[in-house]
């Protein structure tokens, strides 16, 4: 993957930097995505590993423009407190950095990062920080990228969930984020270039806020999107991801669209 801000070649590239639960189970590092368009580099999602598995990819995090976000769970967001502090203290770069996700992240940024280092968030940055608010149901333009969301069936507390569908240089990537399954994912991934879709159990269970197989295998003939990739993966799933006759987002996973 080219690693400098505006990749040489007009496709998009992505590259998987984490597609695992919150639990890491089967030591996968938590969700986040990384993609390179003719207008830079972004994110989606940073969960609490992120540097981390950035760091061993060798991808250079001051690159990194816009964070995307679908919701605020730990394993979603919880590494932006450190991708902060490494461009205030470690980086090069001082470039300003977007932060688009559901109304109310900024406050939540500001909680997280009181609770980690508490004090910091209120002194001097050294680079801009702008909050775009991402609202179901509407389409927001954001750094060249269009992003439209759905409200997702999660809960995280008084900030919505969401599904991301973006368009970037006429590609479409939709991500199912965290989420039960709902038809409305149909619509999510129709005509995509590719399609991210949660999928933390293998088998049915009681509760309706994450996706299992045997739900996404009843439906997955509806979805119509070029590549289809399973994330989120919990204990059963990665035990059986082998055998199963879908693709899962594997850690390092490069993808070029």
């Not at 760091?55 to 250079?60: A, E, F, P, V, Y």
């Not at 995090?61 to 730990?74: D, Q």
């Not at 979603?76 to 470690?90: D, S, T, V």
């Not at 070029?226 to 006759?245: C, E, F, N, T, Y």
Request: one cysteine or more.
């Amino acid at each position: 993957m080219n690693n400098s801000t505006t990749p040489d070649n007009v496709g998009v590239d992505i590259q998987i930097a984490g597609g695992g639960d919150a639990f890491g189970s089967g030591g996968q590092f938590q969700t986040c995505f990384i993609v390179d368009d003719s207008h830079g580099r972004f994110a989606i999602d940073f969960g609490a590993t992120s540097m981390v598995a950035l760091g061993q990819l060798g991808i250079d995090v001051a690159e990194i423009e816009l964070v995307v976000l679908s919701h605020l769970h730990g394993d979603h967001f919880g590494g932006l407190p450190f991708l902060l502090l490494h461009r205030q203290y470690a980086a090069s770069s001082c470039r300003p950095l977007t932060l688009a996700g559901p109304p109310g992240l900024q406050g939540r940024i500001a909680a997280l990062m009181d609770c980690m280092y508490p004090g910091l968030w209120e002194g001097q940055w050294r680079f801009a920080i702008d909050f775009v608010d991402i609202v179901p149901d509407q389409t927001t333009t954001v750094l060249g990228r269009k992003i439209t969301a759905q409200k997702a069936r999660h809960f995280a507390g008084a900030q919505d969930c969401l599904s991301l569908r973006i368009e970037t240089d006429d590609k479409l990537i939709a991500f199912s984020g965290d989420t039960g399954w709902r038809d409305e994912l149909i619509e999510l991934a129709r005509d995509t270039d590719l399609f991210i879709c949660e999928c933390n159990e293998r088998i049915d269970q009681p509760y309706d806020t994450h996706i299992s197989f045997e739900t996404l295998s009843r439906n997955i003939d509806r979805l119509q999107t070029k590549r289809l990739l399973v994330s989120h993966l919990g204990p059963d799933m990665v035990g059986a991801i082998d055998s199963l006759p879908v693709e899962a987002a594997t850690f390092g996973l490069k993808l070029a669209l």
